[in-house]
Each structure stands twice: as C-alpha cells, then as structure tokens.
T-cell receptor
Framework: NAGVTQTPKFQVLKTGQSMTLQCAQDMNHEYMSWYRQDPGMGLRLIHY???????DQGEVPNGYNVSRSTTEDFPLRLLSAAPSQTSVYFC?????????????FGPGTRLTVL | AQSVTQPDIHITVSEGASLELRCNYSYGATPYLFWYVQSPGQGLQLLLKYFSGDTLVQGIKGFEAEFKRSQSSFNLRKPSVHWSDAAEYFCAVAPNSGYSTLTFGKGTMLLVSP
C-alpha cells in the first residue's frame, strides 16, 4: 500500500490564481480530511468527508472547496488564492472516521501564495 | 469548544536524559487523546492514543503517556531520549462520539543535545 499520497509537494501561486491539491489513499478508508499547518498554530481542520458524496466543514473552511466523488480521492480546491493561504497542507484518512480509528497522514503540500 | 494547550514551545534535553512533554486539554467530557510526532519535512506519525481504561498508555519508540482526568492532562514521557527523537510533537484530542475531527495543540519542538 502506498498509504496517503499528496501532490504536488511544493507549489507557488500568485494571488488570485486557482489550483487543486490532490490527495489519494489506497486503504479503502471512508474518512478523509484536510488540515493546514501554520507556524506556531499546530494543525487546523479545513474540511472532512465521511464517504463518497459527503463532506463537511472544519474549523477553517473559508476559501477552500472540496468534493468527494470516489472513496480514494479527496481534492482540495483553492478558487482564488490569497497570501493568507500560504501554509503546509496535510491530508489524512482513517477507516470509518470513528474516534478510535488511527488517522494516517500524507507527506504534505507546501503552498506559497505571492 | 475543545482546545489543547502545549505550554512549551521548545524543549532541549540531553541525549540519554528523561523527557516529559506537557499537554492540557479543555473538553466537556473525556475526549480521545493522541500524541503525534513530526520529523522535519515529514507528515505526522501517531505515537500513542488513549480512549479509556488504563491511564498509562504505551506507544511506539519507547514513549508512554499518562492520562490524568483531575488535571485534564495527557503528558508524554520517555525515560531516555535518543538523538533521533528530535522532532516536533503534537498533542491532539477528538470527541468521544461522532467523527474523529482532531483538534491539535500548537506543538512542542524537541531539541536533543549531545
């Protein structure tokens, strides 16, 4: 198993540009989520999904869109990037999303918005 | 709302010395508790977790943590630190019902001196 994979590893955008951060898992996990990590802030939940076609907002959803058309993939879209979205983004997945499940994290995408 | 406090931003420990990283949480009921480690440029790896039962939990890499309900704490310990333990450590909580939406502390950076 490759586990949780994220692409790209690094990305530089200009303000106002759009892009999609890709996340995929091959563990047949129902639950997937996106976090952003900022210096001195820990990780904060952006959006999560409990299965194909079902998504919900986390703590910091503004400026981000998600959809989940397959079990394997959970892309994160920035429609109009802003410098405040400069961050490291982590995708995570777990079997069912229950509190006792282990969440597996991807290696992250480092995004810079100029 | 739930919150997690890691009062130490940085800690320096000599190799071979013992380690304790502090974590306090605020939550209406006893949440599920986790410690993750992040090596530079890497994703997060789960060290250990507490759901219920024995308040002293063992994890990987020789780490343990003790849950103290009266103090709302979940401190991480290791009897003898190795240079390879240098990393950032995150305490996290998740609700004990519903989906596992993790709330992270801001992290503690561990430096290991020779």
């Amino acid at each position: 198993n490759a586990g949780v994979t994220q692409t790209p590893k690094f990305q530089v955008l200009k303000t106002g540009q759009s892009m999609t951060l890709q996340c995929a898992q091959d563990m047949n996990h129902e639950y997937m989520s996106w976090y952003r990590q900022d210096p001195g802030m820990g990780l904060r939940l952006i959006h999560y999904s409990v299965g194909a076609g079902i998504t919900d907002q986390g703590e910091v959803p503004n400026g981000y869109n998600v959809s989940r058309s397959t079990t394997e993939d959970f892309p994160l879209r920035l429609l109009s990037a802003a410098p405040s979205q400069t961050s490291v983004y982590f995708c995570a997945s777990s079997l069912s999303g229950g509190g006792t499940d282990t969440q597996y994290f991807g290696p992250g995408t480092r995004l810079t918005v100029l | 709302a739930q919150s997690v406090t890691q009062p130490d931003i940085h800690i320096t420990v000599s190799e071979g010395a013992s380690l304790e990283l502090r974590c306090n949480y605020s939550y209406g009921a006893t949440p599920y508790l986790f410690w993750y480690v992040q090596s530079p440029g890497q994703g997060l790896q789960l060290l250990l977790k507490y759901f219920s039962g024995d308040t002293l939990v063992q994890g990987i890499k020789g780490f343990e943590a003790e849950f103290k309900r009266s103090q709302s704490s979940f401190n991480l310990r290791k009897p003898s630190v190795h240079w390879s333990d240098a990393a950032e450590y995150f305490c996290a909580v998740a609700p004990n019902s519903g989906y596992s939406t993790l709330t992270f502390g801001k992290g503690t950076m561990l430096l290991v001196s020779p």
